[in-house]
T-cell receptor, first 114, second 109 residues
């Protein structure tokens, strides 16, 4: 099956700092998706990252808070900036590998902000 | 490594029941989830089941868990056109989330 390597798997961060989450895919994909799952809630789409263009953010999410990089077709990063305890969540990246293979998800980053 | 498998496609007629199946490899899962993704939207949590349960029913949704066979299913009764979406099963065993590839459910009139 397809592989996404997501790092770090978990982190505990101080309020006001930033954390960058990386996702590396084992093949080239056009679109990568970043999700957040806050405790007790559904996965919420943060943004869609296309290579070579600015990420498209969903309502309620802004680039200054969640800057995304997509330098090539196999890699993306999501930064959670100026963190507060409300940012404590699981963050997941995902790709669609076409109708033949379906979606693949990273294993998630469990972030705790103290 | 851990793996979750699903059939990628399912077509049913409106009014029939849909059964979406999922198999997983890690037996230490604490929670197993079903998510729905409608076009252009993020994943919506439909339901979840604790690993010590065999069945959970919530309105039109029935989740069955067979731990021995590591098999999870989602049954949607009286399937409607609004149920057309991609359905993901996922397991959370404390260390990681592992998602299936998603089953694209098409509801035919």
């Amino acid at each position: 099956s397809a592989v996404i390597s997501q790092k770090p798997s978990r982190d505990i961060c101080q309020r006001g700092t930033s954390l960058t989450i990386q996702c590396q895919v084992d093949s080239q994909v056009t679109m990568m998706f970043w999700y957040r799952q806050q405790p007790g809630q559904s996965l919420t789409l943060i943004a869609t990252a296309n290579q070579g263009s600015e990420a498209t953010y969903e309502s309620g999410f802004v680039i200054d808070k969640f800057p995304i990089s997509r330098p090539n077709l196999t890699f993306s990063t999501l930064t959670v900036s100026n963190m507060s305890p409300e940012d404590s969540s699981i963050y997941l990246c995902s790709v669609e590998r076409g109708s033949t293979y379906g979606y693949t998800f990273g294993s998630g980053t469990r972030l705790t902000v103290v | 490594g851990e793996d979750v498998e699903q059939s990628l496609f399912l077509s049913v007629r409106e009014g029939d029941s849909s059964v979406i199946n999922c198999t997983y490899t890690d037996s230490s899962s604490t929670y197993l989830y079903w998510y729905k993704q409608e076009p252009g939207a993020g994943l919506q949590l439909l339901t979840y089941i604790f690993s010590n349960m065999d069945m959970k029913q919530d309105q039109r949704l029935t989740v069955l868990l067979n731990k021995k066979d590591k098999h999870l299913s989602l049954r949607i009764a009286d399937t409607q056109t609004g149920d057309s979406a991609i359905y993901f099963c996922a397991e959370d065993y404390g260390q990681n989330f592992v998602f299936g590839p998603g089953t694209r459910l098409s509801v035919l009139p």
